[in-house]
């Protein structure tokens, strides 16, 4: 465990849980060669959010097609004070930080009830995280933070330890989504496991709607959402010495109205061997082979309220959008 104090503010500290012992088969390349060597071929999707894919990302957020962040921080308008209220002040800890452009819109609230703010990001981007906590102290003179670089089980499993009696955990963007059903049980397992009874969660849920929005979103007319794709095969290269050629394949994407997803893929233009030498890994791919990326899930609001009661995670309110295309749920931890 890495502990990064910066000289230039005595408010922030980046930890990176990276490299714990318990959670060290993550970072071996292990779950690539799982992924690769089975039928279908798959990789998860974290590989994505390097350095380069996390600021894709927040391009990708700025899309007119790309309706869930704005639409999610809408509601953080409409209903952050009433979030601060339910809660009281609480050390504040988001899964996925990124750029925490919503998380301003929290600490807008917060700040409404409190003269001083604890926030701990959590993020696999360590270069993400501290040049947005900086940015934040610069921007919030009252704002400690303490940056955890890590996956989301790594840094649940390290938190530090907190000055205030409660706690929110909180997960924006439909995230969530990218989880298959097992794991998502698994996640909000990890969370309930973190905090205390009484602590806080609150999740934002992307709900099902027409593809006819969906598809564009993960598929938008500039190309950014593809750029994105094709840097999991750059990231990749870089991270296991690979020859990956991100011409040869190409970037799909489509709502699977069954499964309620949409499901993304980078599929072989041709017969082809990749090796990632690091992995002592040889792969072959044959022509229009696709390998799944990403899976973004859409939500059933009631569906989904139910499974947070089952993991231990009592709804304490839902806020929506007036087009019904998103949700914030605020849950309670009350033990299982």
């Known amino acids: 465990m890495n502990l990064k104090p910066f000289p230039d503010s ?35 999707s974290y590989y994505l959010y390097d350095d380069r894919g996390s600021e894709l990302f927040e391009q990708i957020c700025e899309l007119p097609e790309y309706y869930p962040t704005r639409t999610e921080a809408e509601i953080l308008k409409d209903y952050g004070s ?21 998380t301003r819109l929290l600490f807008d609230a917060y700040f409404g009830i409190a003269s001083r703010l604890r926030y701990i990001p959590i993020d696999v981007s360590a270069g993400m995280l501290e040049a947005s906590a900086k940015q934040l102290l610069a921007d919030y003179p009252a704002l400690e933070i303490h940056g955890l670089v890590g996956t989301y089980e790594q840094a649940l499993q390290h938190l530090p330890s907190s ?13 969530l989504g990218n989880f298959p059903p097992k794991q998502c049980q698994e996640l909000f397992q ?15 849920l992307d709900l099902q709607k027409s593809k006819d929005i969906l598809e564009p979103a993960y598929n938008d007319s500039q190309g950014v959402t593809a750029e994105f794709n094709y840097n999991l095969l750059d990231h990749l290269n870089r991270r296991f010495n690979g020859n990956f050629n991100r011409n040869n394949f190409q970037h799909w994407t489509f709502y699977n109205s069954q499964q309620g997803q949409i499901e993304t893929y980078l599929c072989s233009t041709k017969p082809q ?5 690091d992995l002592n890994l040889t792969v072959e791919f044959e022509e229009g082979e696709p390998i799944c990326t990403e899976i973004s899930r859409k939500f059933d ?7 947070l009661a089952q993991q231990g995670l009592n709804v304490l309110k839902t806020w929506t959008d007036p087009q019904d295309w998103f949700a914030l749920v605020l849950c309670e931890v009350k033990g299982t």
């Open 82 to 102: 009433a979030i601060a209220q339910t809660t009281g002040n609480c050390e504040l800890i988001e899964l996925g930080s990124g750029s925490s452009t919503k």
């Open 301 to 307: 609001l009631g569906q989904m309220e139910q499974e």
């Open 273 to 277: 061997t990749v090796q990632l030498k």
């Open 10 to 44: 005595d408010r922030l500290t980046i930890e990176n849980v990276s490299d714990a012992s318990v959670t060290a088969s993550t970072n071996d390349g292990s779950d690539v060669i799982a992924g690769l060597t089975q039928k279908p071929k798959s990789i998860p």
């Open 190 to 204: 990890q969370i309930t496991a973190s905090l205390n009874i009484g602590d806080y969660f609150l999740l934002g």
């Open 163 to 175: 000055p205030l009696s409660k706690r929110m955990v909180f997960f924006l963007g439909s995230s």
